[in-house]
């Protein structure tokens, strides 16, 4: 992927989004009685509010671009009530030499971009190796549906229209499912509607990742030691059903 175009329209892409994710993944933040990690903090979409709330928020990203995003909005922000510490690093192959999370994050389906069963796996167990004993892992992923994965139709998906700055936006998705890999090779499309509502091009963004099956994430929870202790379908609290469009994890360490 190419952080740095990524790093340029990433909180476009996200203004189109509900806000419930951000939301749900903030209330966790505020209900955790301690330190926060998130891993993929990315431009600090929920570490920067979180922090703006007085939480202990440690973010981390391989991304020096998107990092530097963060920091800037961060200092916008102003002076935080609680505090964000910034670190560039690799959620496979994290280690802060802390153990004290109470809540360990991973939002946006960044578990996905991971693009190995190994990988995913390293990164839930470098989520777990820095919680604290009976603190909770959090992270969603899309639930790869069959309507979904095996949609042949290579049709872009539209994300919806924005305005930013006085210009208009028109942004789309194109999936490009493997059904053995589970790889998805997607594409991501900024295109600027100008007069009588020509569009032109102006971003085309790759994203590769793995999607995973319920099972699968079990399996990897599992040999991480990380107790399941809720599956939602949708971050309002829905519980996860076949059909759910999200799967969002809450999983606890267990207390030794
Ligand atoms: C979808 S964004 C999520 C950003 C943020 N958590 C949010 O919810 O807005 C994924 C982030 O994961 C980061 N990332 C991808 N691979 C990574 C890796 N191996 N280690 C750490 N961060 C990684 C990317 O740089 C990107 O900022």
Redesign the pocket.
């Known amino acids: 992927m190419n952080?740095e175009d990524w790093a340029r329209w990433y909180d476009l892409f996200?203004s189109t989004e509900s806000g419930d994710e951000v939301e749900f993944y903030l209330n966790a933040a505020l209900a955790a009685d301690g330190p926060v990690l998130?891993i993929?903090?990315?431009?600090g979409?929920?570490a920067i509010p979180a922090a703006e709330r007085g939480v202990e928020v440690v973010g981390?990203?391989?991304?020096r671009e998107?990092l530097a995003v963060a920091e800037q909005k961060a200092a916008d922000a102003g002076p935080l009530d609680g505090s964000l510490t910034l670190v560039h690093?690799?959620?496979?192959t994290l280690d802060l030499r802390r153990h004290d999370f109470a809540l360990v994050s991973i939002?946006?389906?960044?578990l996905l971009?991971?693009l190995t069963e190994e990988d995913q796996l390293s990164t839930l167990c470098s989520a777990a190796r820095h919680l604290a004993p009976g603190g909770r892992l959090v992270f969603n992923i899309f639930n790869p549906t069959p309507d979904l994965v095996f949609d042949e139709s290579e049709l872009p998906v539209e994300i919806g229209e924005v305005e930013r700055q006085g210009r208009r936006f028109r942004l789309s998705a194109q999936n490009r499912f493997d059904t053995d890999s589970q790889i998805n090779s997607a594409e991501q499309v900024v295109e600027e509607i100008g007069e009588a509502d020509a569009s032109t091009e102006v971003a085309r963004l790759a994203v590769t990742l793995r999607y995973l099956f319920p099972h699968q994430v079990f399996a990897m929870l599992e040999e991480t030691n990380l107790q399941v202790d809720q599956v939602l379908g949708w971050f309002d609290g829905t519980p996860f059903e076949e059909e759910s469009e999200e799967m969002v994890f809450i999983a606890s360490s267990v207390v030794p």
């Open positions: 952080y996200y998130e993929g903090v990315g431009t979409r929920i981390i990203d391989a991304s998107m690093a690799d959620m496979r939002p946006a389906r960044t971009l991971a």
